[in-house]
């Protein structure tokens, strides 16, 4: 199967750009398509490419000494990864595997440190959305610590399906349960309640969301909080 055709301005930041330094970094990008489960970045591994999506989701993750990770933020084609590599920040502090299969744009820390230098619009860009994926991190932690697991399920699935920039999610509950740091069994539990209430079919490994109103209802302030702290800091 051929993946949709896309093109770089598909990405919001770089369509965001003025022409002029969006022309000049254009020269440096490439488009690459990244399968589900694919891992771009290991903690403490060099960042060596930056890669803004036209599709898809990255999912960062905070990993433990014990190999055991949980979801602190997610980038679809509304940012970016690795940004801070053009300010001279070269490892990463978070595994970032891709959540939902994906096209990007692809740029060398290399070259997207000489084009922070020569423009200041690029590099508003980077601060910018770091400021957005630590407030991400902030509120996420948040609601892991304080929002039981069927808030939290349904914020997780509304970011994904915003991410997806549709109603059906390809994920399998290993991965769903990884993201959340809560067993499988939770998972299962969970996803039958909700589908039992007509909101969400789930079947292997397809979520489609069937009531999206009756979703944002039962999830956490957290979602709501999410979109409008990004729309704040990305417009």
């Known amino acids: 199967m051929h993946a949709p055709s896309s093109t770089p301005l598909d990405n919001r930041l770089l ?3 003025p022409g002029s330094e969006f022309s000049a970094l254009a ?3 490439t ?8 891992s771009v970045y290991e903690v403490g591994s060099e960042v060596e490419q930056v890669y803004f999506p036209h599709q898809g989701m990255f999912s960062l993750l905070a990993v433990m000494r014990d190999g055991r990770a949980i979801e602190t933020a997610t980038v679809g084609r509304e940012g ?4 801070m590599a053009g300010l001279g920040l070269y490892r990463s502090l978070v595994r970032v595997n891709v959540q939902l299969p994906m096209t990007a744009s692809r740029i060398s820390s290399a070259a997207f440190r000489r084009s922070v230098a020569s423009s200041q619009a690029i590099r508003d860009l980077c601060i910018r959305y770091n400021e957005v994926l630590l407030t991400q991190a902030r509120i996420t932690a948040a609601c892991n610590a304080l929002h039981p697991i069927d808030q939290r399920f349904c914020r997780w699935l ?8 549709g109603d059906t999610i390809t994920l399998t509950q290993e991965l769903l349960a990884d993201m959340l740091g809560v067993r ?4 299962t539990e969970v996803a039958g309640k909700i589908q039992d209430q007509g909101i969400i079919t789930y079947s292997r490994g397809v979520i489609k969301i ?11 302030e957290c979602y709501q909080a999410l979109v409008e702290h990004e729309a704040t800091l990305t417009n």
Request: proline share 2%.
């Open 15 to 17: 369509a965001s750009l």
């Open 27 to 29: 020269v440096h990008l």
């Open 31 to 38: 488009t690459v398509v990244l399968p589900q489960g694919t």
């Open 80 to 83: 970016v990864i690795g940004a």
């Open 158 to 165: 509304l970011q994904s399906a915003d991410r997806a920039a």
């Open 184 to 187: 499988r069994t939770s998972v």
């Open 210 to 220: 069937l009531d999206r109103g009756a979703l944002e209802r039962m999830s956490c």
